[in-house]
């Protein structure tokens, strides 16, 4: 089945998709910030009620996601300090690195004060088929204005972390 209706999602078609495509948008609370949600499809997609209902639970209990999450993100940061490092050279000028600098008293600014101080800007579900990879990816920004770079923390159905990726 190419297209079905979900309680959550509303309409899903990808009969007419020739590429990847976001086939349903919304945003989410997380705290005080608005998330973007999109939903990812792809031509040889065929959503099914059990694999939507999977990933739109996901997006109820998003603060238990987001904590599972921030704890990869800080046993990534603690492994590799180098995205880190980039932001807190490259945007030295920022009031949020003024801070972390300044509470670190002379130390290195620490994973855990820098994951704390990262959003969530995104969630992307993706529907089986147009990507081998995980199909929920949350990505964390730093300071968007300054950075275009991404923690992209990749789960399985059922939160598991698979990966953290550092993109741009």
Known sequence: MKA????HFGHVETSALDDTEV?????SRLGDDEVEVQLWAGPSSEPDAEE???LAAC???????D???RTALRAYLREDRYFIDHHV??????ETVVRLVRDAAGEAVGADSFAAAMRLSGVGLWLSGPSDGPPVV??????????????AVK???DGTVVSVDWES
């Open 138 to 151: 949350l990505d964390y920004v730093f300071d968007p204005d300054l950075s275009d770079q991404i923690l």
């Open 67 to 69: 904590a599972t999450a």
């Open 52 to 54: 939507l209902d999977a």
């Open 155 to 157: 789960l399985a159905r």
């Open 4 to 7: 079905m209706e979900h309680a």
């Open 59 to 65: 997006l109820t209990d998003l603060p238990a996601l």
């Open 23 to 27: 086939v349903w948008e919304s945003t």
């Open 89 to 94: 050279e490259e945007c030295e000028d920022s």
